[in-house]
């Protein structure tokens, strides 16, 4: 069965450091993964998606996300924070090959300290 | 961007009432779903569809039902609501595994 961790439901960084929100999958087979962003009192939208090409993908907002094989990981990074990033992040796994189930992870919400 | 609509938005009801969630998209998409989130809190998947005629149960166990008789109809069901029940209840549609999700706006559900 398909499934996605996130470590750390709450992450807080300085305006301007890194931002790393960390997300490891299970998957039974070549896994779909997706970030998506829920700002305050509003809807989930998609940040980034990986599907099997470059393991390096590009997101909206300056994010982008790695996909290690070999760690089963998915982990989420942008360079240098700003305060409008402030919201709920979540990752997500559908297994590929026809299996249409999306599973969602526990969520983290970030804090950007002024 | 989203051709996707949930009624009603807001809905205060007794305990065991039977209450149906609406939701259809006009998006052609063939793959939709339901999930129950809490307030900046998890999402949870309790119902999923390949496409019409096809329903599957998510992650979380759930009282409700659905169906899908038509491609852009999915409607949720409970035949009896209870305050355990009281949630935000999400529909979403997507062309394919390896496509982005879209969300309806919502169903916020409150059982008295």
């Known amino acids: 069965a398909q499934s996605v961790t996130q470590l750390g439901s709450h992450v807080s960084v300085s305006e301007g450091a890194l931002v790393l929100l960390r997300c490891n999958y299970s998957s039974s087979v070549p896994p779909y993964l997706f970030w998506y962003v829920q700002y305050p009192n509003q809807g989930l939208q998609l940040l980034l998606k990986y599907t099997s090409a470059a393991t390096l993908v590009k997101g909206i907002n300056g994010f982008e996300a790695e996909f290690k094989k070999s760690e089963t990981s998915f982990h989420l990074t942008k360079p240098s924070a700003h305060m409008s990033d402030a919201a709920e992040y979540f990752c997500a796994v559908s297994d590929g090959f026809g299996n249409e189930k999306l599973t969602f992870g526990t969520g983290t919400r970030l804090t950007i300290i002024p | 961007e989203a051709d996707i609509y949930q009624t009603p938005r807001y809905l205060v009801i007794g305990t065991g009432k039977k209450i149906t969630l609406e939701c259809s998209q006009t998006?052609?998409?063939?793959?939709m779903y339901w999930y129950q989130q809490d307030p900046g809190m998890e999402l949870h998947l309790i119902h999923y569809?390949?496409?019409?005629?096809?329903?599957e149960k998510g992650d979380l166990s759930s009282e409700s039902t659905v169906s899908r008789i038509r491609t852009e109809h999915f409607p949720l069901t409970l035949e009896s609501a209870r305050p355990s029940h009281t949630s935000q209840y999400l529909c979403?549609?997507?062309?394919?595994?390896?496509?982005?999700?879209?969300f309806g706006s919502g169903t916020q559900l409150s059982v008295l």
């Open positions: 998006m052609g998409h063939d793959k």
């Open positions: 979403a549609s997507r062309r394919g595994a390896n496509e982005k999700l879209f």
């Open positions: 569809s390949y496409g019409v005629n096809s329903t």
